[in-house]
């Protein structure tokens, strides 16, 4: 883990809303595993950091993939190339991406798609043929960018590939990996209970200490998201006590 | 940088606020040099899961939390922790927890000779169990009657952690003096709430949740410096301390030690930074040791 004093280096659009930061932090990048995040703080700022999946790696640099969901992130996006933020990772328990399987599909909703590049990347060099399902409510919500060796797009208005969700839209395989909505995670869980999922929670520390990002799990009792997870196996987690929708405050 | 808090003499004036430094093993990237002493997530009897998500919630300048003190229980505290614990240059307080006067007594009486354990902090404050913690603390006779219990049980410093929701904290201050505490802790969190508009409900599912950072920190100085003058006893501020000038008003309005909190789930390394500005400003300003620093505290 390390504190990095990043300089960002460039902002591009990949949706309607949807953005891409890419920073520089070289021992992150050289240390990030795919599933893992960053928390992400600046000054003047909110209190708290933010966290963030590791979207991509380019040398030196990392990227991330945000939307202005609350007060901080359109802070952080009215940021500019060449200024600083605190970048504290590589955080958490990422996908387990060995040598086996033979196929993959890789499900994402919205910015879900901010943890499955690396994935994808991963899965590739071992050989295994990547199947990436790209969901979102419509085509102008779609990320733009994309790996693997098949690509399947899934409206829910039916603008841009099939008509539905994508967890619906997704084919059988080998090792499922999913990063979306806790809804869809759940919806993940009854199809393949198998399957690995990276899960949304507010998040305190980032590093395991604060406990305020707890996950219910199937067997009882909790752990953490920043910790244990946020990657876990979807039959673990009680969907129904984990939170399916995270509003975020304004004033903050 | 030596500071005393009577008997015990701690290498820094800058502690390890409960519930923000885990169990002493999870904090990463701290220079541990700073640590003048750490206290532990509130630990009771028995294990215990905790509240249901979502259990933070970021406000401005703060954040309400209600973990509801999820833990291990002693005996895992004792078997996986303080051998650890043992080992460390820094001593480490226990945060302790319980429903009743009887347990809290019971549970220093388990810790006390435990190596690795060099006191307790008596948690008669956390707003976010259903019975037991608040209750003790925001009257005399309750929280004279846990300290009494716990000091009945060990020879180990006992410090006893206030809460701010009382109308006079110099009475409680007064009261766990009168029962043996060591020194006092002041303050742990204010109860708060904060509404998801979105839902028309609470956005903590305990509905309420502790309030720390930096918003709490003028009311946290205010009530330190309240407690400092009702008692003899040392007091040990804590309230939304993030840099050295915070921790250096709290010296000043009579507190002898400091704790930081909040802080380190932001800056991992807070604790160092209060630590060494703390440092540099007696250097700067011709003081040898924070003990020497002028204070304001006129007694009641």
Known sequence: ?252 | MFVAIGELKLRGPVVAASGTFGYGTEVPLLERRALGGMVSKGIFLRPREGTPPPRIAETPSGMLNAIGLQGPGVEALIRDYAPKWAEWDFPVFVNINGESAAEYGELAARLDGVPGVAGFEINISCPNVEQGGLYFGNDPRAASAVTEAVRKRTHLPVWVKLTPMVTDIGVIARAVEAAGADALCAINTFVGMSIDLNAYKPRLSFQTGGLSGPAIRPLALHLAHQAARAVRIPVIGVGGITRAEDALEFLVAGCAAVQVGTATFVNPNAIAEVHDGIAAFLEAKGFSSPADLPRFLPRD
């Open chain 1, 1 to 252: 883990m390390f504190l990095v004093d990043a300089r960002i280096t460039s902002k591009r659009t990949v949706a309607r809303d949807m953005y891409v930061l890419t920073m520089q932090a070289r021992e992150i990048a050289s240390a990030v595993l795919p599933g893992q995040f960053v928390n992400i703080g600046w000054s003047p700022g909110p209190l708290l950091r933010r966290p963030f999946s590791v979207y991509r790696v380019d040398g030196e640099r990392i990227e991330i993939v945000l939307k202005a969901v609350g007060a901080g992130t359109a802070q952080l996006l009215s940021m500019s190339q060449g200024d600083h933020v605190s970048c504290l990772g590589p955080l958490g328990h990422g996908f387990e991406i060995g040598a086996g399987p033979r196929t993959a599909v890789l499900i994402s909703g919205g910015l879900g798609v901010a943890s499955m590049t690396l994935a994808a990347r991963r899965a590739a060099s071992l050989g295994i043929r990547v199947t990436w399902v790209h969901g979102a409510r419509t085509s102008e919500d779609l990320c733009s960018e994309s790996d693997g060796d098949d690509l399947v797009w899934a409206t829910d208005d039916g603008s841009k590939g099939v008509k539905g969700t994508a967890v619906a839209a997704a084919p059988d395989a080998d090792l499922v990996l999913a990063c979306g909505p806790n809804r869809m995670l759940a919806a993940v869980a009854e199809r393949w209970p198998g399957a690995q999922v990276a899960v949304e929670t507010y998040m305190g520390c980032g590093t395991g200490v604060c406990l305020g990002c707890a996950v219910p799990l199937k067997r009882g009792g909790y752990d953490r998201a920043c910790k244990e997870g946020p990657v876990y196996r979807a039959a673990e987690i009680d969907w129904e006590t984990l939170p399916s929708h995270l509003s975020y405050a304004v004033t903050a």
